[in-house]
């Protein structure tokens, strides 16, 4: 594990909503959102699906997202269909989830890291590296957060 991270707060949050890992509505296992590579950046782009494996649920988004019908981002559920996350856990009262491995892998840097370097950056407010709540980000709860994120990762 590295002891420095210098790019952490140059990242954000819906980098992460690509293949978010979810929960089957129908079976509970784990599905699969497939992106097909939209951003928010160009929204009309809409082919989003969710995808289960296990039990064959297939659902299609069928509209883009407007204010009745917006994306969540930064909450325990996907953006798009709003279902609960797979890797999801609890850490005594709180809830440390991620959207992906790629989300675990950014999260298990950040935290691992004892010396977390902003290099100019300090006014990005909004990356995720900022973002993120103290009691993940603690030195105290800094093996138990790692554990944690390794146990989510073999799920």
Same mark, same amino acid.
């Given at each position: 594990?590295?002891?420095?991270? =210098? ?9 992460? #909503? ?5 929960? &089957?509505?129908? &079976? ?23 995808? &289960?494996?296990? &039990?064959?649920?297939?659902?299609? +988004? ?10 969540? #981002? ?10 609960? +996350?797979?890797? =999801? ?12 491995? %790629? ?10 890291? =004892? ?34 994120? %390794? =146990?989510?990762?073999?799920?």
């Amino acid at each position: 594990m590295e002891k420095r991270t =210098k790019h952490t707060y140059r990242t954000h949050l819906y980098e992460f #909503i690509k293949n978010v890992l979810v929960e &089957c509505p129908n &079976c509970g296992q784990q599905a699969l959102v497939n992106t097909n590579g939209y951003t928010i950046f160009q929204p009309e782009a809409v082919n989003v699906r969710v995808v &289960c494996t296990h &039990c064959g649920y297939n659902k299609m +988004l069928d509209r883009l997202p407007t204010r009745s019908n917006h994306l969540i #981002i930064g909450a325990p559920v996907d953006p798009f269909f709003h279902l609960p +996350l797979w890797l =999801k856990m609890e850490l005594g009262d709180e809830l440390l989830w991620a959207y992906n491995q %790629e989300h675990l892998d950014f999260l298990a840097q950040h935290v691992g890291a =004892k010396l977390r370097e902003r290099n100019g950056f300090k006014y990005k407010v909004k990356s995720i590296g900022a973002r993120l709540p103290r009691w993940m980000t603690a030195a105290r709860r800094r093996e138990e957060v790692l554990r944690a994120i %390794e =146990k989510l990762r073999s799920k």
